[in-house]
T-cell receptor, first 114, second 113 residues
Framework: GENVEQHPSTLSVQEGDSAVIKCTYS??????FPWYKQELGKGPQLIID?????GEKKDQRIAVTLNKTAKHFSLHITETQPEDSAVYFC?????????????FGKGTKLSVKP | EAGVTQSPTHLIKTRGQQATLRCSPI?????VYWYQQALGLGLQFLLW???????NRGNFPPRFSGRQFPNYSSELNVNALELEDSALYLC????????????FGSGTRLTVV
């Protein structure tokens, strides 16, 4: 089965700085890697995802990179804003694909100081 | 389009009682996933239902069970409640399997006293 490790567990940055969160996974057959943002009192929300046929994907201030050889993927947030403060989770599928369910990392609490 | 809805929002039960949590997926989504989010422990996978069948379960005891109805809504039952079952229980749905991502509901906060 899949195992997902995420670090750091907490991250504090100044507004305008960049933030990077890293995850590793164990199942080399995994081919889909989403990132979720969870704000206080809400369920996690999908913010970006990447499939194994690309190495990087960007959406405005958010980007995700994937290194399949090393089995790790990272979330990059540039020009951070106070509203980026939340808990971020990475995930990877069990069974390497569409027949499985997502296994989540333990989360990173990001604090953006004004 | 309505999102994933969960009820109740909050639930307080006494140790030893049973709890029933409900989830309605997004229209057209056939897969429902349940996760437990205890304080500081991230998202722990509980159960996955698709087309009315249990497809997979996580490392939880048998007193955690559930079902999926013909309209794809789902129910999570927790029997013989223990204090450590206190957590946020999240339901998610997906249209085409895990590779299309999940949409989560806001969760049910279960407190066992």
């Amino acid at each position: 089965g899949e195992n997902v490790e995420q670090h750091p567990s907490t991250l504090s940055v100044q507004e305008g700085d960049s933030a990077v969160i890293k995850c590793t996974y164990s199942d080399s057959a995994s081919n889909y890697f989403p990132w979720y943002k969870q704000e206080l009192g809400k369920g996690p929300q999908l913010i970006i995802d990447i499939r194994s046929n690309v190495g990087e994907k960007k959406d405005q201030r958010i980007a995700v990179t994937l290194n399949k050889t090393a089995k790790h993927f990272s979330l990059h947030i540039t020009e951070t804003q106070p509203e980026d403060s939340a808990v971020y989770f990475c995930a990877a599928p069990t069974y390497g694909g569409s027949q499985g369910n997502l296994i989540f990392g333990k989360g990173t609490k990001l604090s953006v100081k004004p | 389009e309505a999102g994933v809805t969960q009820s109740p929002t909050h639930l307080i039960k006494t140790r030893g009682q049973q709890a029933t949590l409900r989830c309605s997926p997004i229209s057209g989504h056939t897969s429902v996933y349940w996760y437990q989010q205890a304080l500081g422990l991230g998202l722990q996978f509980l159960l996955w239902y698709d087309e009315g069948e249990e497809r997979n379960r996580g490392n939880f005891p048998p007193r955690f069970s559930g079902r999926q109805f013909p309209n794809y809504s789902s129910e999570l039952n927790v029997n013989a409640l223990e204090l450590e079952d206190s957590a946020l229980y999240l339901c998610a749905s997906s249209v085409g399997g895990v590779n299309y991502g999940y949409t989560f509901g806001s969760g049910t906060r279960l407190t066992v006293v």
